[in-house]
Antibody
Framework: EVKLVESGGGLVKPGGSLRLSCAAS????????MNWVRQAPGKGLEWVSS????????YYTDSVKGRFTISRDNAKNSLYLQMNSLRAEDTGVYYC??????????????WGQGTLVTVSS | SYELTQPPSVSVSPGQTARITCSGD??????AYWYQQKSGQAPVLVIY???KRPSEIPERFSGSSSGTMATLTISGAQVEDEADYYC??????FGGGTKLTVL
């Protein structure tokens, strides 16, 4: 059974930092692209960042470039998101999602339960 | 930038067919994917590559795509299908979501 468990969320002041983690199990982690997708309170889904299997390619949505860093440790079956210079608009639930990259497109086939990040003074 | 447009809400009675649309300029060339998100829960993939259904998803869920519009169809919608539904396509873009009410 594929399982993704996020942790590391919490309350942080504007300008602060947080590091999110995602523990993966039930599949060969090193062979899949991984992603972070977030959801602001009462809003829709927003893709944040992706990292390919070998970490050779990393992608970010424009609003987090230069502030967030995605990484992975294939030996520990873990995905991370280092978030610096946090803003109020970064508030939301952050989901870890497994990516599938096919000839027809890229999609997210399994999701974790999410971890809540609240940026507020 | 690329966008996907969904109706904000759709409402049906139990047993009726619910249709949720998603429009986007790239859909003639790219697959559409659909996610179901029940209140307080994580999204779940219900349709991939326009019309394929993961094995654990009930048969009443189906997908189609024609031109610039993709459609998620729930035949004989159940009360437990009440959720937000998001379409998704290329460039990691999501539609704004459609709230399906079944009552």
């Amino acid at each position: 059974e594929v399982k993704l468990v996020e942790s590391g969320g919490g309350l942080v002041k504007p300008g602060g930092s947080l590091r999110l983690s995602c523990a993966a199990s039930g599949f060969t982690f090193s062979t899949y692209n991984m992603n972070w997708v977030r959801q602001a309170p009462g809003k829709g889904l927003e893709w944040v960042s992706s990292i390919v299997t070998s970490t050779s390619y990393i992608y970010y949505t424009d609003s987090v470039k230069g502030r967030f860093t995605i990484s992975r440790d294939n030996a520990k079956n873990s995905l991370y998101l280092q978030m610096n210079s946090l803003r109020a608009e970064d508030t939301g639930v952050y989901y870890c999602a497994r990516g599938r990259d096919t000839a027809g497109g890229y999609y997210f086939d399994y999701w974790g339960q999410g971890t809540l990040v609240t940026v507020s003074s | 930038s690329y966008e996907l447009t969904q109706p904000p809400s759709v409402s049906v009675s139990p047993g009726q067919t619910a249709r949720i649309t998603c429009s986007g300029d790239a859909l003639p060339k790219k697959f559409a994917y659909w996610y179901q998100q029940k209140s307080g829960q994580a999204p779940v993939l219900v349709i991939y590559e326009d019309n394929k259904r993961p094995s654990e998803i009930p048969e009443r869920f189906s997908g189609s795509s024609s031109g610039t519009m993709a459609t998620l169809t729930i035949s004989g919608a159940q009360v437990e299908d009440e959720a937000d539904y998001y379409c998704h396509s290329t460039n990691r873009v999501f539609g704004g979501g459609t709230k399906l009410t079944v009552l």
